[in-house]
């Protein structure tokens, strides 16, 4: 689950870093990177409590 949730949240820092410089698509790319870290963050929490 680490490796996962370390994965998603790499992801979504590099989507962060590349909104910015992809003309047309900076709100999507940055949305899903604040997604990513979300799920990234909330999977450890929700599969550890069951």
């Known amino acids: 689950m680490f490796i996962i ?3 998603l949240f ?3 820092m590099f989507a962060f870093g590349i ?3 992809i003309p047309g698509l900076e709100a999507l790319i ?3 990177g604040i997604l990513l ?3 990234a963050m909330a999977l ?3 599969l ?3």
């Open 5 to 7: 949730s370390l994965l």
């Open 44 to 46: 450890p929490i929700h």
């Open 19 to 21: 909104s910015f410089s």
């Open 30 to 32: 940055f949305i899903s």
């Open 10 to 12: 790499l992801l979504g």
């Open 37 to 39: 870290i979300s799920l």
């Open 48 to 50: 550890r409590a069951k």
